[in-house]
């Protein structure tokens, strides 16, 4: 197959092209590092192995689109990093670009293309529920009404433009993806390596995680699976409270897990991403993996934690 990503030398999209290549799929992987349409083979990733493209996702065309013309299917997991910096308007004008931006350029190129990829995989986030408190959350479910809903359903919009083509769309509402380089994870474990770890303001909220490597197992799945369409939860069918994820990384580390950070010192130190990143939280339920038959590796956040560092 061929397989173009967007995004794919991040933390989710790194990885995917690697497994694609190393068994004998020609990767394409869409970076900004280059010229408009110049390709560049990766050296040791074999043949075909991974090709990096040039690409300006302004919201237009360009000469990158050759290398979706024909492809097999498309992974869109471009965007900046939503918690790496405080939300000044500039902060936000820039997740929202980085995402809208992207989108439409992939969607625009499928439709432009003669031969349009059978499907395309295009990420989301669970923030589009909002704020849910305990209510589990379908893929039924309307979208919130904070920043983040209304950024996840702008992006997924510009996504399902590409329908338009005849490709099968597919939008993956992604919680906390747990690894133990990368990702949230080795943040939150800086406490808990001083034994000062807890939870996170009054631990009732939830969290609802993934390990990464169902995130890449549930996308190759999606890929082959021709029934799924629209949106897909791709959490872990446990969310679990922020008190139980304390409590969870403190077993696995044999660390004591009692030592809530306040709701008004996390304000403090990041802002208004706080509150929809931290401090309320969505009890995500993936019934549309559960009900087309993926199988999760990681169901349950204690099998995670033993998975990512060791029983």
Do not use: C
Not at 28 to 57: F, M, Q, Y
Not at 234 to 253: C, E, N, Q, W, Y
Not at 274 to 286: M, N, S, Y
């Amino acid at each position: 197959m061929r397989i173009v990503i967007a995004g794919g030398t991040g933390f989710i999209g790194g990885p995917l092209a690697e497994v694609y290549a190393e068994e004998g799929h020609d990767v394409r992987v869409l970076t900004r590092s280059l010229s408009d349409g110049e390709a560049r083979h990766d050296p040791g990733t074999g043949k075909p192995g991974i090709t990096r493209v040039g690409w300006k996702p302004t919201g237009e065309t360009g000469r990158w689109m050759e290398a979706l013309d024909g492809a097999d299917a498309v992974v869109n997991l471009a965007g900046e990093p939503i918690g790496d910096a405080r939300w000044t308007p500039q902060r936000k004008a820039k997740l929202r670009d980085s995402r809208l931006l992207a989108t439409r350029s992939l969607a625009a190129s499928i439709n432009a293309v003669a031969q349009p990829p059978r499907v395309m995989v295009s990420a989301s986030g669970v923030g589009y529920y909002g704020a849910a408190g305990d209510e589990p959350k379908t893929e039924d479910a309307p979208a919130g009404t904070d920043f983040m809903a209304h950024l996840a359903e702008d992006w997924e919009g510009e996504a399902r433009k590409a329908e338009r083509a005849g490709t099968r769309v597919v939008l993956m509402r992604t919680g906390v993806v747990l690894e133990k380089v990368g990702g949230a994870l080795p943040r939150m474990l800086t406490p808990f390596r001083f034994f000062v770890g807890g939870p996170l303001g009054s631990g009732r909220q939830y969290i609802s995680w993934i390990h990464r490597l169902d995130v890449l197992e549930m996308i190759r799945w999606i890929i082959e699976t021709p029934g799924v369409t629209g949106p897909i939860n791709a959490t872990a069918p446990h969310p679990v409270t922020s008190r139980d994820f304390a409590k969870a990384i403190g077993r696995a580390l044999r660390r004591p897990s009692r030592v809530p950070a306040p709701a008004f010192a996390l304000r403090l130190l990041v802002g208004e991403m706080a509150d929809p990143l931290l401090l309320t939280g969505q009890r995500v339920i993936p019934a549309v993996a559960q009900a087309h038959g993926y199988h999760f590796r990681y169901p349950e956040i204690d099998i995670a934690m033993r998975g990512i560092f060791g029983d």
